[in-house]
Each structure stands twice: as C-alpha cells, then as structure tokens.
C-alpha cells in the first residue's frame, strides 16, 4: 500500500478524503492518481486503461504513466494504456504501441521497431516531428505530406484498410501470429490432483 502511493506521489494527501460535489478533496491530478493507484492493486495480469490524460497536463500525464510501467514491470504484468496527444517523453516510456485508424490495426509491435516499418511504406519521418506525432499523421488524409511514392511499394497514400492490409503481410503481424498459434508455457490457473483425476 505505501509503495502505492509513494510510487504516485500521494503521500501529501494519503489521509485526505478524495472528495465529491460536496466534500472538497485532493486534486484533479490527484484524483487521477488515486484511480490508477486502485487499477494497481490486485494480481490482476492485464489491466486497460482508456484516455486517463484527459484534462491532465504533460508532466503529471508522464508522472502517471511512469508509475503505471514502473508498477507493471516490477510485477511482471501488462497494462494496456490509450492516450490523447501523448508527448514524447511519455510516447518513450513503453515498449510497444498498437496503432488504430477507423478501426483497423495498422501496427502492432515495437516501437523501436515502428518508424523503420513504416519507413519501409514509404513514410518519411521530419527531423522536427516526434514519433507519436508521426504515428498520428500517418493514417489522415494530411499522411499524405510523409508520404514518397519512390520510397513505396504503393503508387499513393495509403487508405486505413490499406494500412490494415500491409501490415497482416508483415513480418510483425507473422510473429504475432505465431505467438498466439503457440502453446502457452505459464498457465494463469493451477488444477490440483483431484480435479485433474476428476475431469474438473
């Protein structure tokens, strides 16, 4: 519990009330902090967290982020964490990214690994654009400003599905595929003897 709210940085407002439309309590910031100290507890092997940056500012979005892979890498599980507008610093600190555009997954996989596939599409990253930046021009209509045609295997900017298509031919979508086909070493349940004598 208190490596919880020392690693969040809670430790000012640990005997504070988080408050409600009534109560006054901890901060915005704090408030956030204090869910995702909750989403930490348990030994749960994945947790998902949607857009917890909104309203928040860039330093306190990496702070929390920071805690949330610190955390995971410590107990050996995944978080899954979406974000809007990520800065670089924070884009930095995992170590996979799944890239969505109108539904279709147009990347999966390392990030070291992300500018060079797409590179190899023909998308030039600017000296002056971050990666997450980059990522999130690639799939809009502005996308087409990175795109060169003599660099491609295709004749024009890629369309979503068209994204979603190169990339199910990918060597990076083969070896998801081969890890899921694969027989899984760690089971998430031990059966004990009776139930395996049982059938149960």
Known sequence: ENLTIDGLDLTVCKDTFVGNSDVRGVSGGQRRRVTVGEMMQGQNPVACADEISTGLD???????IHSIVAFAKAARTTRVV????????????????????????????????????????GYKQIATMDVADYLQLIPTPDGELLFDADSSPADSHYSSEELAEAFQKSAQYQRIVDDLDSPDPHSW????????????
């Open 58 to 64: 860039a330093a306190v979005t990496y702070d929390i």
């Open 82 to 121: 979406s974000l809007l507008q990520p800065g670089p610093e924070t884009f930095s600190l995992f170590d996979e990214v799944i890239l969505l555009a109108k539904g279709y997954v147009v990347y999966a996989g390392p990030i070291a690994e992300v500018v060079d596939y797409f590179d190899g599409l």
């Open 189 to 200: 349940q031990s059966k004990g003897k009776g139930d395996e004598e049982t059938g149960g």
